[in-house]
């Protein structure tokens, strides 16, 4: 069983209790300390905010490739999928041309992948175009530690041989335990290691908001 998250006392008592009439109550008990309080403090990014960020990312991608040829952007599974091909949208505006979007999933990459559940959740990977010699600008929601972008380079290696990649995300907070930095950041959050960054995108979370919460 995977940790589940829970915004406030009543939602994880609710859990709780759905677990209770699933399992036997000493299964319940023994999970009962990887559900995670998670109590909200303040939104971010609103919608408008969001979306500023990503036209900005958008514009300094451009900039620095000087256009969008040999360019292609890899949204990292989940929400930096939605990222990435909001950034393809912005950037068709801007430069009147498609710019490639590939999905990627680092599951089978991560370095903590024994600590996981004995099935772990499979998004799937799927980039229907040749990378090697191309620009790859990896996408994702936020950027922590460096482990998730470490592994996904590790992913895109293992798949041909990029000319160069690059990496953009949504939020910056800190706490880096890789020396990994981002390219094209849409904004930078100073944390805590008791907060927690939740990107929530309209097309997996129905609202786009960007907010911190404290465990």
Same mark, same amino acid.
């Given at each position: 069983m995977s940790p589940v998250r829970c915004y406030n006392i009543s939602m994880c008592s609710n859990l709780i209790d759905g677990y209770a009439q699933l399992a036997p109550y000493q299964?319940?008990?023994?999970?009962?300390?990887?559900?995670?309080?998670? *109590?909200?403090?303040?939104?971010?990014?609103?919608?408008?905010?969001?979306?500023r960020a990503l036209t900005r990312i958008a514009h300094e991608i451009i900039e620095r490739n000087k256009g969008i040829e040999n360019v292609a952007l890899i949204g990292i599974q989940r929400r930096g999928v939605p990222l990435a091909q909001r950034l393809a949208k912005k950037i068709k505006e801007y430069?009147?041309?498609d710019v490639p979007v590939g999905i990627l999933d680092i599951t089978l990459y991560r370095d903590d992948l024994s600590m996981l559940a004995e099935h772990p959740v499979i998004n799937g990977t799927d980039i229907p175009f040749d990378i090697n010699g191309k620009i790859?600008?990896?996408?994702?929601?936020?950027?922590?530690?460096?482990?998730?972008?470490?592994?996904?380079?590790?992913?895109? *290696?293992?798949?041909?041989?990029?000319?160069?990649?690059?990496?953009?995300?949504?939020?910056?907070?800190?706490?880096?335990?890789?020396?990994?930095?981002?390219?094209?950041?849409?904004?930078?959050?100073?944390?805590?290691?008791?907060?927690?960054?939740?990107?929530?995108?309209?097309?997996?979370d129905k609202v786009n908001k960007v907010i911190i919460a404290e465990k």
């Open positions: 299964t319940v008990w023994r999970f009962f300390d990887e559900v995670m309080y998670m *109590i909200e403090k303040a939104m971010i990014m609103d919608e408008t905010a969001m979306n430069e009147g041309e790859l600008v990896m996408v994702d929601d936020v950027l922590f530690t460096g482990r998730t972008a470490r592994a996904a380079m590790d992913a895109l *290696i293992d798949i041909g041989r990029p000319a160069a990649i690059q990496f953009a995300v949504l939020v910056d907070r800190g706490h880096r335990e890789l020396p990994i930095r981002a390219d094209f950041v849409g904004k930078n959050v100073p944390t805590s290691r008791n907060e927690v960054i939740n990107v929530h995108v309209m097309e997996i």
